[in-house]
């Protein structure tokens, strides 16, 4: 079995931990046309494990720009930055939404560094969100 091998059931545990949505930028996976993936925060080749506190529900999208990272530079300072931790840290503490609940503020280094690698605030989503708005399913509770 491959090491990344994930049970269901701890598939399942994971989705609806998450309520359903991407635990980055908050895509609800109902509504999104992307697949949604259960990923390593850490990735397995960099040891990451298989275990509930290493894996998170993430959108394609925000899954395939993370791909393997775990942390970014900061390109003012070339300081090495962690990239938001679903497990480890709260979503709050580091994002929030503008006036329009449409775009996520960073509001930590952690927050706006992720938002620009994982590309939280792309076309689509924004529309996604502009959507799920209008039938008053967004910005998700939790
Ligand atoms: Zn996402």
Redesign the pocket.
């Known amino acids: 079995m491959p090491r990344a091998y994930i049970p269901k059931k701890d598939r399942k545990a994971v989705r609806k931990r998450a309520n359903f949505c991407?635990e980055?930028?908050?895509?609800l996976r109902a509504f999104s046309p992307t697949t949604f993936h259960v990923e390593h925060i850490i990735p397995i080749v960099s040891g990451g494990d298989n275990s509930l506190e290493n894996l998170a529900h993430?959108?394609g999208?925000?899954?395939f720009n993370k791909n393997t990272k775990t942390f970014a530079r900061n390109p003012e300072t070339g300081e090495t930055v962690p990239l938001f931790h679903p497990r480890k840290d709260k979503w709050s503490d580091h994002f929030k939404w503008n006036d329009e609940a449409l775009k996520i503020i960073g509001i930590t280094l952690t927050g706006q560094l992720t938002i620009r690698v994982?590309d939280?605030n792309r076309e689509g989503?924004v529309n996604l969100r502009k959507a799920t708005k209008a039938i008053g399913a967004h910005p998700p509770r939790a």
Not at 24 to 27: D, E, G, I, R, S
Request: glycine share 8%; proline share 0%.
């Open positions: 991407c980055y930028c908050k895509a993430a959108c999208g925000c899954n994982l939280m989503l």
